[in-house]
Structures are given as C-alpha cells and as structure tokens.
C-alpha cells in the first residue's frame, strides 16, 4: 500500500511527511522545496489484541505503545502542483508520474489561505482553501485524461480480438486493477469522444482526502468549517504541531501518542518550550481532539480504503508464533480479505498449501473463503 501526499509548494506536505515518518526532509518557506520525492514509512494506528490476553505483543515491524499498534504502510512526498502541471507548467509530469501507484491520495491544503495558487506568501486569508482543492483535482483528472487518451490511441490499432485486454491493461501502470478498467469499459465502453468520462470513472479509484492544513492561524479555523460543507473527508490538521510533539516525545520530555488528543509533560522544559507546546494545546488539540497526522492515515487506510488489520499466529491458544513471540506480525488486508487471501500474505507456500484456518478467539475452525474481520486473530492450517 503507498499513501501519496500532493498539494500546491508550501501547503505543508513535507512537514506533514516528517512528521508522519519522523524523518528530517527539506522543507523552506518557498515553492518547490521539495525537488525528488521524499519516500518514507508512517504509520496506522489500530488498538492491539494484546490487551486481551494481559501479555505484552513482539511487533516484528511497526510498535505498540499502551496497547495501540502502529502498522507500517509507504508514505510518498512529491514536488508541489501548480495550474497546469499536467502540461508540464512547474514540474508537473514528474509530479504526476510518481503518484501513479498511491492507492490514495491525501490533499495538504493550506487552511488557512495564507500562500496563493503557485506557492507564494500571501496574508492569511487572502485565498480560498476551496481554490486549491478544485484546481488540484482538476489537473489530476487532465492528467488522467491524457492517459486515456493515449491509451486508446494504442488500443485502437490493436486486432479486435485483443483491444479490450490491451486497453485494460493499460491502466494497471495507474495502480488500477483490471477488474476495476474491465468495470468502467463495460459501463462506458470505448474512451473514443468519453476521454473526460472515463478519467472520472478512474479517479474514483485513487480517492483523494483532505488534509486542511496550518489549522492553528486564523481565519483557519472557519475555512475548515467551510471545507467540510463542500467535501468529504476533510480533516483539520497541523503538520507542524504533530513534528514538535513527535520531537519532545523522542527527547523524552513529553509523554504521547501520535493521535492522542493531549499530552504530558515529564521532562523539564525552558520557558519558551513550555510556551510552545501550550500553544499547540491551545489552538490545536483542545479544539480539534488531535493534530490530525494520525487521524488522516487512518482514515485513508480504514474508512476510504475500507482496509482492515489481521493477526495471523501459529499458536491459537497463546497467540504466539512458533519462537513465542506474541502477535509477531499485522497484516493489512482489503476489505474483502479470506483466509486464503492472508494465508498467501504470509507466504506463497502456505497459502498453496493451506487446508484451514482457525480463528483464535473461538476456536473455530473456518475455510479458505471465510471473509476476515478488522482485529481478527488467525492461525493458518497448512500442508506440509
């Protein structure tokens, strides 16, 4: 899974990437600080079986911290878009190119209308926030268009016998299955004349999420409001906040949790530190209940990807693998997910060779097209 983060130059989305990996990437108060992609890996926040059985887990990759488990996904930063990437304005075609295999796409907008369409300072307020995620979404449907285009423009050459398999195949460089391409031709049919159609057919498979940025300055606080009447999944964030809360944790002077609505102060702090951090209280967690990092990677995972976390163990009863570890590994998993989808996760050989699985909460024994649930604990049953 690959989490693309897009948006205009100086929205914020590096430093909503460092703080989503707790990397240092560039950032500046100027267009296109941000020249090849950053590439890192952040984290989904899920509350961990453990808690059940009164043992601590032994993440094999990701963490736990008081019985939230934090399970890796890709992050991928790229340079910022301007009006008319899509025809190479800025560094648009590099910009797009690397996005095609995100399976969503989060939307850094700056909230609080403080840099104008192409990056530049401007007083906060003096631009729409709704500007930028109309002309974002915009220039990615041309660019989708375009690859319409092209593909039919190939396809169209092709013997009748293999146009529909050479069109549909087209689209997988775009992280579209081919089911999903096979869908929107049996709607649509052939893009000749439909380029715009189908590009809209296509976008509804690389959602996009909001994450309304800078939420701390005025007027930010009601152009979010005013966000939220207009789109879905907009979520109030401060990227900035979330980097400075990740850092004293990691000094070891505050106590938190990426996501938590608070924090807790264990370590001595200067006067301006402590000011600092009051401020983030403030102006971000007190009203908005969070920074908003977290809650955007969980709600492209969980609630537009509809993804879920699955815990596959080889003891049952102890919920350990074959070493002892408890709940080693988390898998996440598409919503139609079976048994058999996560035996072949785990392995190829033992999804080949699987007979059956058992759900460890009540020892149950189920078949390979038992559709697994969020939290579920599995052991997989296979041949030697």
């Not at 990397?23 to 100027?30: E, F, G, L, N």
């Not at 979404?137 to 268009?145: D, K, M, S």
């Not at 869908?183 to 309304?212: C, H, M, S, T, V």
Request: glycine share 8%.
């Amino acid at each position: 899974m690959q989490l693309g983060l897009v948006g205009k130059p100086s929205s914020g989305k590096t430093t909503f990437f460092n703080a989503a990996t707790e990397q240092s990437a560039k950032t500046a108060p100027y267009p296109f600080t941000t020249i090849e992609p950053n590439v890192g890996v952040t984290w989904v926040r899920a509350k961990c079986p453990h808690v059940e059985i009164g043992k601590e887990c032994n993440p094999k990759h990701g963490f736990c911290m008081a019985g939230e488990r934090f399970i890796p996904v890709e992050i991928i930063d790229v340079a910022g878009l301007v009006p008319g990437a899509h025809e190479g304005r800025g560094l648009g075609n590099k910009f797009l190119d690397d996005l095609r295999q995100a399976h969503v796409l989060i939307h850094v907008v700056d909230a609080s209308g403080s840099s104008d369409a192409e990056g530049n300072a401007l007083k906060p307020g003096e631009r729409d926030p709704a500007e930028d995620v109309e002309f974002l979404r915009e220039e990615i449907l041309a660019w989708i268009q375009g690859i319409v285009a092209k593909a039919w423009d190939k396809a169209k050459r092709i013997p009748n016998d293999k146009k529909d398999q050479t069109l549909v195949e087209h689209f997988t460089g775009l992280g579209i299955t081919p089911d999903q391409a096979e869908d929107i031709l049996n709607k649509l049919g052939y893009p000749e004349g439909k380029e715009r159609e189908w590009a809209e057919a296509l976008l509804q498979f690389k959602p996009i999420i909001i994450a309304a940025n800078k939420v701390d300055v005025d007027p930010a606080p009601d152009n979010v409001k005013e966000l939220q009447k207009k789109y879905k999944h907009v979520i109030p964030t401060s990227g900035i906040a979330e980097y400075t809360l990740r850092k004293a944790a990691k000094a070891g002077v505050v106590k938190y949790i990426p996501g938590d609505a608070d924090f807790e102060i264990i370590g001595k702090l200067t006067p301006q530190q402590r000011e600092g951090l009051e401020y983030i209280r403030e102006r971000v967690l007190e009203p908005f209940g969070s920074t908003g990092v977290q809650q955007v990677i969980n709600t492209a995972v969980f609630d537009v990807l509809s993804y879920k976390v699955v815990y596959p163990v080889e003891d049952e009863n102890k919920w350990t693998d074959k070493k002892g570890n408890v709940l080693p590994d988390a898998f996440l998993l598409p919503p139609d997910a079976t048994a058999l989808d996560l035996a072949y996760a785990v392995h190829t050989d033992i999804g080949k060779k699987f007979i059956a699985a058992i759900d460890a909460r009540t020892k149950k024994r189920v078949g390979k097209d038992h559709v697994l649930r969020n939290g579920d604990v599995i052991k997989i049953v296979a041949g030697r």
